[in-house]
């Protein structure tokens, strides 16, 4: 298998960025063919293509535009999650930067299905270069009454903002992101069962369709060539349809962002992306920071599916692949790692607030040549005080990566306690 650009498959044409170069490319004819359809059958169609949101969870995006109400009581509203703050993964940035005009067309399409007033972007605040290039689109398709009052003359009206973050993580996290777009801290709120799902009571209490960039750029290709189509892609797997950007990062030859159909065994990708450098291959962390860390071995086994990759004790996640060569450090990967998690909990909850904190200080002690016998032990009891205790999915994602680590790779802990250093290293940590 090789890459299949359908998202990307114009994306480095400097054109494809304009109006004119995406229509010449066939962009719009899917709004064109979806504002002649019933909302339902959009809905149903995108059920049938069997989409599953690509901001990390892959969770049916169907159950959302189905969850929409379909009595219009009061304004529903659109977000694009492009906070995109997860480590590795860079796809969205991508996106936003040379294909604005996807997002813009797949938004306008799915306002059309949920019947939307508004949608607002949130970009991650770094983002500039994407956040400039959506706002030429976004005036771009105002100009072309492709946004705003009687959008094509079919009298649907649609509004398109951007916000942009100001650098959090956890601003990532949906609810989190809606308090942050209203104003408020940036910190999650309770959920469903304990409160509404946003289709109910999202941004501003208002029923709210949140999607990530990848997702909601995927709807133009669903609605134009058809979902039986689309669900063609990615057919050998489980239950994961179309193709999927990996952001490929670490040690390998030509880091990027590669497209690819679900199914595509791991190691293809690797190919994709030049193979290893700098020595053999040691390990794998599949699908962003969160994700739990996979072996060679596993590497070798593995097939990027959302079913497929719990075979190897991983996740597809956000798609942010980032591969270890054999003289990666892993007990200092494992504090890089839990450095940016302790930096960005929110600190609503005390499991997360306080767990990963003294994550990083057994981890300094550790890789400071100081490391106590039982440390390890101690490591993995605080890690699973703080996993399934916290109260939003960022305590999981800060927890997992440190028992994979520990699970995985046990000798290079036990080493450094036992010796004061690196199994990698010649020198005493502490001397050196
Ligand atoms: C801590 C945290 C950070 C997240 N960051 C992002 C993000 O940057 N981009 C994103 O699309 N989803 C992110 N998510 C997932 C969102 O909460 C949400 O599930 C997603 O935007 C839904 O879009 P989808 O249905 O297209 O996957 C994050 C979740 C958590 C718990
Ligand atoms: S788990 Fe708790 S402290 Fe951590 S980010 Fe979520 S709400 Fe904030």
Not at 9 to 24: D, I, K, Q, V, W
Not at 105 to 133: L, P, S
Not at 379 to 395: E, T, Y
Request: charged share 25%; with cysteine.
């Amino acid at each position: 298998m090789a890459e299949y650009k359908l998202l990307l498959e114009h994306a480095h044409e400097p054109s494809f960025r304009t109006l004119e170069g995406y229509r010449a490319t066939g962009g719009y004819k899917a709004l064109e063919k979806a504002l002649g359809m019933e909302r339902q059958t959009i809905v149903d169609s995108i059920k049938t293509a069997g989409l599953r949101g690509r901001g990390g969870a892959g969770a049916p995006a169907a159950l959302k535009w189905g969850g929409m109400p379909k009595e219009k009581k009061r304004p529903h509203y659109l977000i694009c999650n492009a906070d995109e703050g997860e480590p590795g993964t860079f796809k969205d940035k991508q996106l936003l930067e040379q294909c604005p005009f996807e997002l813009v067309e797949g938004m306008t399409i799915a306002a059309w299905a949920v019947q939307g007033d508004a949608g607002y972007v949130y970009i991650r605040g770094e983002y500039m270069d994407g956040a400039k290039a959506l706002r030429e689109a976004i005036d771009e398709a105002y100009r072309a009454g492709l946004l705003g009052k009687n959008i094509l003359g079919s009298g649907m009206d649609f509004d398109l903002y951007i916000h942009c973050g100001a650098g959090s993580y956890e601003c990532g996290e949906e609810t989190a992101l809606m308090s942050s777009l209203m104003g408020e801290r940036g910190m999650p709120r309770l959920k469903f069962p304990h409160a509404p799902f946003p289709v109910i009571s999202g941004v501003w209490d208002k029923p709210t369709l949140i999607h990530n960039v990848e997702s909601y750029c995927t709807v133009p290709y669903i609605v134009d060539r058809g979902a039986e189509w689309w669900s063609s892609l990615g057919a050998s797997t489980k239950n994961s349809r179309g193709t999927k950007i990996f952001s490929v990062s670490g040690h390998v030859n030509k880091p990027g962002n590669y497209e690819i159909e679900f199914g595509t065994p791991l190691r293809e990708l690797l190919e994709l992306a030049g193979g290893v450098k700098g020595g053999a291959l040691k390990a794998c962390i599949p699908g962003g920071s969160s994700v739990p860390i996979i072996t060679a071995e596993s590497v070798e086994k593995a097939i990027l599916g959302y079913e497929e990759m719990s075979e190897v004790k991983s996740m597809v996640g956000s798609g942010g692949c980032m591969f270890l060569n054999e003289h990666t450090d892993i007990v200092k990967f494992a504090w890089r790692t839990a450095v940016f998690y302790m930096n960005e909990s929110c600190g609503k909850c005390t499991p997360c607030r306080e767990g990963t904190r003294w994550m990083v200080q057994i981890l300094e002690r550790i890789i400071g040549g100081g490391g106590r016998p039982g440390d390890v032990e101690l490591l993995r009891q605080v890690a699973s005080q703080i996993d399934g205790r916290s109260f939003c999915p960022l305590g999981d994602a800060a927890a997992w990566p440190i028992m994979g680590m520990i699970r995985i790779f046990p000798e290079e802990f036990d080493y450094y306690i036992e010796q004061g250093r690196s199994m990698l290293d010649r020198v005493p940590a502490s001397v050196a």
